[in-house]
């Protein structure tokens, strides 16, 4: 229950943090144009709200002045008005998004009465088209900037560390579906669609994403491996299954020792911290991975466990006997960082340099999304769609600002991409019809749009259902 808490606790946050940003965007550039913003909810409010507040004095900033007619003379008076305070603010209780009420637009709000009325100077369809484009369009870029500032802040305060994948010395364990398609452990791989590869986080996605990936093997053969369609989709049953120990590819490492635990079979056997497992009953194991596959099967069993042995002075290689518990368990700790063995490319960033580089991993990772959302209109596809649940599950089980904030960036990313889409009821059906105003030098009918909203706003509301929906039924499988 704690560990479902944590994962709604930051799903809920960062869905909030991404939704304020995203409908100030259109708050901030509506205003900006003298467009009245009536309502500013985060999440829904359908019959009632958490809270609601509207400011009932002038709080300064960006206020225009303006000037209004007495009703009693010819004569006219100055009155400043407030960049924020003709605006009600407020939460709701359904946390599935949120909304900007833009006065003079249809929306989501579909408020046709107001549309009925004479248009005013401050309402949105009174506007040029380019400021109205600008203001549908605020909170997609504003999604995208806040992706950028996060990666900037985060290059900035923890920089980049890994082990380039060419100097794995080791190579690569892959996962069963990986060798299917012709990867072999050991391989290191160097070329994704012709494209270097560096960074194993960025070459993993870089790989499945390709139509074609070369390999290292065996220290001189340069070999070309077909990457299939659906690889993708291939990896993601696999990591799901219960037996999969890799997911696509990890490491290959030494066996080294941690930690002993005292009163366990190693600790009998006379191993100590430091000391490399190289073979298990005369079987080779010079990797992690080929250390667990030989492992298993000897429960309760006494095994003879070969051991490099290194001291300042000398290398010594010992056999020992170690009594193996019921789970073929010996009572070690291992080695699992790969920087503890192979050279570690380490990249601090300036403030000025953090920023350069957040623009490249923010511009990367809308690439990446946009080249997966094809996958979405196939068969497999459509039943890996995921709602909140899927979303959740992404999160660590204990806090970690880190990865809340890199989890929170690429749905930042996703979030701008999705609302882009030129589907009605979002942001980018809305810079559809105005292009198309542009073009043809006039606006769609206001049942038109009317029409096209209901049929979105269905859309987009069988989707929620389906996805989440999805969600439900792998509970059950």
Not at 294 to 318: M, P
Request: net charge neutral; charged share 25%.
């Amino acid at each position: 229950m704690d560990t479902f808490l944590i994962k709604a606790a930051q799903l809920i946050l960062a869905f909030a943090i991404l939704v304020i940003i995203h409908e100030f965007g259109h708050f901030f550039f509506a205003r900006i144009f003298g467009v009245k913003v009536e309502k500013f909810y985060i999440f829904f409010d359908p019959w009632i709200e958490l809270f609601k507040w509207k400011p009932k004095k002038y709080y300064g900033g960006l206020g225009k002045t303006k000037e209004i007619k007495c009703n009693d003379t010819e004569k006219t008076k100055k009155k400043k008005s407030s960049f924020w305070g003709d605006t009600e603010y407020g939460i709701g209780w359904l946390p599935l998004g949120g909304y900007c009420k833009i006065a003079g637009m249809i929306d989501e709000s579909m408020d046709t009465e107001q549309m009925k009325k004479p248009a005013q100077d401050w309402e949105f369809r009174s506007k040029p088209a380019w400021q109205r484009l600008l203001i549908m369009i605020a909170g997609v870029l504003f999604n995208f900037l806040l992706a950028i500032i996060i990666y900037a802040g985060l290059v900035y305060a923890t920089g980049e560390k890994y082990v380039p994948v060419q100097d794995a010395k080791m190579g690569f364990t892959y996962s069963g579906e990986a060798r299917k398609i012709g990867f072999h452990n050991g391989d290191i791989p160097l070329t994704a669609d012709g494209e270097k590869l560096e960074n194993p986080v960025e070459a993993r996605l870089k790989m499945i994403q390709s139509k074609e990936v070369t390999v290292l093997r065996d220290g001189h053969d340069t070999i070309s491996i077909s990457i299939p369609d659906k690889f993708i989709f291939a990896l993601d049953d696999e990591a799901k299954s219960d037996t999969a120990t890799v997911n696509f590819f990890a490491y290959r490492m030494p066996t080294r020792i941690t930690q002993v635990m005292p009163g366990e079979g190693a600790a009998k056997a006379g191993i100590i911290p430091g000391d490399e497992i190289i073979a298990i009953d005369s079987v080779s194991t010079p990797s992690l991975d080929e250390f667990f596959y030989s492992l298993q099967g000897h429960n309760n069993e006494t095994v003879d466990f070969t051991i490099v042995r290194k001291s300042d002075a000398k290398t010594d290689t010992l056999v020992l006997p170690v009594k193996l518990s019921d789970n073929s368990k010996m009572g070690i700790g291992l080695e699992i960082n790969p920087s503890a063995f192979f050279n570690t490319k380490e990249i601090r960033y300036n403030i000025f340099q953090s920023i350069p580089r957040g623009v490249e991993m923010g511009t990367e990772k809308l690439t990446s999304y946009a080249k997966s959302m094809k996958m979405v209109f196939t068969k497999e596809g459509a039943n890996s769609i995921g709602g909140f649940g899927s979303i959740g599950s992404i999160f660590p089980e204990k806090w970690n600002w880190i990865a809340f904030w890199n989890i929170a960036a690429f749905l930042s990313v996703a979030l701008a991409f999705m609302n882009i889409l030129p589907i009605p009821a979002l942001d980018g059906g809305h810079v559809m019809f105005l292009i198309y105003e542009v073009i043809f030098r006039r606006p769609p009918s206001e049942k038109f749009m009317e029409r096209a909203q209901i049929v979105g706003m269905t859309l987009l509301i069988l989707l929620l259902v389906y996805a989440n929906g999805m969600d439900i039924v792998r509970l059950f499988k």
